[in-house]
């Protein structure tokens, strides 16, 4: 039977519960995500402060 952890964000057996090694890989995935929201946060911001050119922004890429 899992059951969730964590406000929703896993869920887990009863021995993953108890396991003070999935917890801390649980807490360690959490800090990670929200260290990725905040670099994304800090980027959004940042893209829409940013000075243009007098031309626009032209985003060039190797890429098609």
Do not use: F, V, W
């Given at each position: 039977m899992l059951k969730p952890m964590h406000n929703g964000a896993f869920m887990v057996n009863?021995?993953?519960?108890?396991?003070?090694?999935?917890?801390?890989?649980?807490?360690?995935?959490?800090?990670?995500?929200?260290r990725e929201r905040q670099q994304r946060a800090w980027f959004a911001k940042w893209n829409a402060t940013r000075p243009t050119g007098t031309y626009g922004t032209w985003n060039i890429s190797d890429r098609d």
């Open positions: 009863d021995t993953a519960a108890n396991d003070p090694a999935c917890q801390q890989a649980m807490a360690s995935y959490l800090k990670q995500l929200e």
